[in-house]
């Protein structure tokens, strides 16, 4: 059991106060993604802290006039963006002299080379995982958005963070709700956790109808305002697959312990289910700004701009199993936690790829599962992979779905 993670109130008292942030000055944070919806929603949320908080860097993967405005307002020492042509976009927009990285290492030479307290992972995909191990390494407090790091390389995340003493929280609500359920009893008299999932627009539609879904389509979500990868993740439920992969990596857990709920109102976030029957719940408006909040300031709760939940409005809460027909990417997750190994760099990347395929419109919406698990039937497992057989087992799934459009 990951010793560098909190879940019972025993080893909360263990946890040094601010678990790791230290308190006597000033908080220094990486932004890993601020261009995105969860760095945008960060850079919000610290700009409401004291003055003791401190953004030290921040990194995009595109967006450089964005990256260059953000800087100018919050003036950290250096910034990353990972496109070389878009760095020279930046510095021109740029109205003081931060120290500047780019291209494909940029990220992890920011994390590197900057000195900081924590580091919030919001890069959207694979591309950030480099970075993410960098910061665990280096025993930093890691704030997790970035699910796919995790999905690919928790083997071998989990450990590192151990042996060099990273606080990983998890900020993605489903697991900052387990996160933050675990810790109302101890970890070896959990029974099981409840990811829980809006169902995305397409919870009441026939599986024949599904087979029509257009781009326009699936990039309506009914609660959250997220960008379109993800959007379009929840829309399939690849999401809850990369979510069950990674609480089975954050938490320990046997797939078997994880199960995925649909749950329209997104007011609970997640539950944990403790041996004895009682089920433990997060609940909270859907703003993304409460669970980044929460991963900065943990063990602490501050004030947050995060709207109130009000019960007596919110009304009836609803809950009922996905549909493994409309849904076939919650097994795929299931198959991929109990599997292990390369599996979870297969799941991520095939994903990626067929999302990415029908973005362009080359193929259809439910395409995007199909092709997936045909990468993930077909690719050369490995169990116990090292890094570097990871990222070839994640080109190779790449590759595996972009040919299947021409099978």
């Known amino acids: 059991m990951p010793t560098n993670l909190s879940y ?58 964005e990256l260059a405005e953000q800087a100018n307002r919050f003036r950290p020492a250096a910034v990353a963006i990972a496109c070389d042509e878009l760095a020279a976009e930046a510095r021109r927009t740029l109205q003081y002299g931060p120290k500047i990285f780019a291209g494909p290492e940029a990220l992890t030479r920011l994390v590197d080379e900057v000195e900081a307290d924590c580091v919030v992972c919001a890069v959207v995909g694979v591309c950030g995982l480099l970075a993410t191990l960098r910061a665990v390494e280096l025993g930093r407090r890691v704030a997790l958005a970035n699910k796919e790091a995790m999905v690919v390389a928790g083997s071998l995340m ?46 009441t539609w026939s599986v024949e109808a599904m087979e029509e879904v257009t781009l326009k389509e699936a990039l309506r979500h009914p609660t959250w305002n997220m960008g379109p990868k993800i959007t379009i993740d929840s829309a399939t439920m690849m999401n809850k697959a990369l979510e069950i992969v990674e609480a089975r990596w954050l938490f320990d857990l046997r797939s078997d312990q994880i199960d995925v709920v649909i749950h329209p109102e997104s007011i609970v976030h997640s539950m944990v289910e403790f041996n004895d029957g009682s089920i433990v719940a997060q609940l909270g408006a859907p703003d993304m700004r409460t669970p980044i909040q929460y991963a900065l300031t943990y063990p602490r709760r501050r004030p947050c701009p995060s709207p109130r939940l009000d019960l007596c409005q919110t009304g009836q809460l609803t809950f009922h199993a996905p549909d493994p027909g409309q849904f076939p990417a919650i097994r795929l997750g299931h198959e991929v936690a109990r599997r292990g190994g390369t599996c979870g760099a297969v799941l991520n990347a095939a994903n990626e790829a067929a999302v990415e395929l029908f973005r362009a419109g080359a193929i259809a919406y439910r395409d995007i599962a199909r092709f997936t698990e045909r990468a993930l039937r077909e690719h050369d497992f490995v169990e116990s992979p090292t890094l570097d057989e990871l990222l070839n087992a994640d080109r190779m799934a790449r590759q595996k779905v972009t040919r299947c459009t021409t099978c």
């Open 8 to 65: 019972a109130p025993v080893d909360f008292l263990n946890v040094p106060d601010g678990a790791g942030i230290r308190d006597s000055m000033s908080k220094r944070v990486i932004i890993l993604g601020s261009t995105g919806s969860i760095g945008r929603n960060t850079l919000d949320v610290l700009a409401r802290l004291d003055d003791e908080w401190e953004v030290a860097g921040l990194a995009a993967g595109s967006r450089g006039q």
């Open 158 to 203: 989990m450990p590192l963070a151990r042996r060099t003493g990273a606080t990983i929280i998890p900020v993605d609500s489903e697991h900052s709700a387990i996160f933050q359920a675990l810790q109302a009893g101890r970890r070896e008299d959990v029974h099981k956790v409840f990811l829980t999932a809006s169902g995305g627009p397409f919870r």
